[in-house]
């Protein structure tokens, strides 16, 4: 396959990739590299000493299926009869290039650009299963299929879910199946509702249990919801009441409190995509199967413009980001606060006053984003006497989505900085210097 049919294939494919695998921390097979076992067992042990009080797990992106629904509440299915699930994220690659190839064969005949339209329009109805109204709620009903009970009270099917998504039993056998919880929830849903939902959850385990206190264990994109709870249950909103003291303990793991630098090089449109080193050396044999469509592609798009193929692409990417992104606010939420007035700029500037509720999300989240660090030190404070841990990882590139991964340190899918409550460390292959002095530390037994 030749280069401009390589370039245009692993745009339409990296629409679902670029969001997809940041579900794969989790989910990976025993042998990747990219899964820590040690981190679980360490989450384990934070989990477990001390104190015991019912553990409440909120899982990462994609780790439970959703299941889009019509009007009357019955599964969706598609031309094979199987049903159409939001998560797993799935898009028809075939039927993608398919509805682009008529108008790139067009362009080749009248040299007009008839190809970026249908490029960005496609792009939309790829995703549209997943995406959000002004309100920042999914367009379509989906459904997910929470438990309100224990682990130990769900019947073996709903038990094999859970430990799937997260190998959690070590955590069981010690506190009792009856003492975990599994927060079930749509990873392209709005965050403030989530977060809502997850403070009701936190008081029905604590009625279902006789307890005063619950534990929280927040993985991946998890993290993001613990992060909009801590300021929306603050005390400082009328709305909302103060409800620190439900929880005994935070154990973050790998977890995306400022988000993933993926997400903010996408966001301001820093990509490596048209870079043919990352390209054909890093992404496409990730991505590239030969399929008979690739070949017919291929044909077509060897004398296309590479002006018009740039344009093709990036109007691609606009509709996944316009589709899947822009109005999600857990994806927001997946957007580092550094990226954060970049990306609401080029988002929002041509936007009129009808998106005004999804400013106003984003917004609140990006606040949530800055007090982090004072919120859980409130959390953390004598009065309300929480205990907060962070497990990161450290030491791998990010997938080469975007400049961020030509030197920021990371797990592969979320920077350490996000995942250890914004440690320093140095750039790939660097080291700090030698008369760093740490800061902020707080370690008081290394």
């Not at 006789?210 to 993290?223: C, R, T």
């Not at 316009?322 to 580092?336: E, K, R, Y």
């Not at 953390?380 to 080469?400: D, K, R, T």
Request: hydrophobic share 40%.
């Amino acid at each position: 396959m030749n280069k401009v049919f390589k370039r245009v294939v692993a745009f339409m494919l990296v629409l679902a990739m670029s969001i997809g695998i940041l579900s794969q921390v989790m989910a990976a097979d025993s042998e990747d590299p990219i899964q820590v076992v040690s981190s679980v067992e360490d989450a384990k042990n934070d989990l477990t000493t001390g104190k015991q009080v019912p553990v409440i797990i909120i899982h990462g992106i994609s780790q439970i299926d959703t299941v889009i629904m019509d009007d009357e509440g019955n599964p969706l299915t598609n031309k094979d009869g199987d049903v159409i699930t939001g998560w797993p994220l799935t898009v028809d690659v075939p039927e993608l290039v398919l509805t682009v190839l008529f108008p790139v064969l067009l362009t080749l005949l009248t040299q007009k650009d008839f190809a970026s339209e249908a490029g960005y329009k496609a792009a939309c109805n790829a995703l549209k299963y997943n995406a959000c109204d002004l309100n920042g709620d999914p367009v379509y009903p989906t459904f997910v299929d929470r438990q309100y009970c224990s682990v130990g009270d769900m019947d073996q099917e709903h038990k094999d879910i859970v430990y799937d998504a997260v190998p959690f039993q070590d955590v069981a056998k010690e506190i009792g199946e009856e003492n975990l919880y599994f927060f079930a929830y749509n990873s392209s849903g709005d965050v403030t509702q989530i977060a809502e939902d997850l403070n009701d959850y936190i008081e029905m385990v604590k009625e279902q249990t006789d307890s005063e206190e619950v534990s929280l264990a927040p993985i991946s994109m998890g993290g993001t919801i613990v992060t909009a709870w801590l300021e929306m249950f603050s005390g400082r909103y009328d709305l909302f009441y103060d409800n620190y003291d439900s929880v005994h303990k935070i154990v973050f793991v790998i977890a995306a409190l400022d988000g993933s630098a993926i997400l903010g090089d996408l966001f301001v449109n820093d990509t490596l995509l048209k870079n043919d080193e990352f390209l054909y050396t890093r992404i496409l044999p990730e991505l590239l199967e030969e399929e008979w469509y690739a070949y017919l592609l291929n044909l077509v798009l060897r004398i296309l413009p590479h002006d018009v193929l740039d344009s093709v692409l990036d109007s691609i990417l606009a509709g996944a980001k316009d589709t899947l992104v822009g109005n999600t606010t857990i994806f927001w939420a997946l957007l580092p606060k550094e990226n954060f007035d970049e990306a609401y700029e080029i988002y929002f500037k041509d936007k009129g006053p009808e998106y005004d509720t999804i400013r106003t999300k984003v917004k609140f989240y990006n606040t949530a984003q800055k007090n982090l660090q004072s919120n859980l030190n409130d959390f953390m404070s004598e009065e309300n006497g929480g205990i907060a841990h962070a497990i990161c990882s450290y030491g791998v590139p990010l997938y080469p989505i975007g400049s961020s991964a030509l030197y920021i340190n990371a797990d592969s899918i979320i920077h350490s900085a996000s995942t250890s409550l914004f440690a320093t460390f140095a750039n790939l292959g660097e080291t700090l210097p030698v008369d760093y002095v740490a800061k902020n530390p707080v370690c008081t037994d290394p």
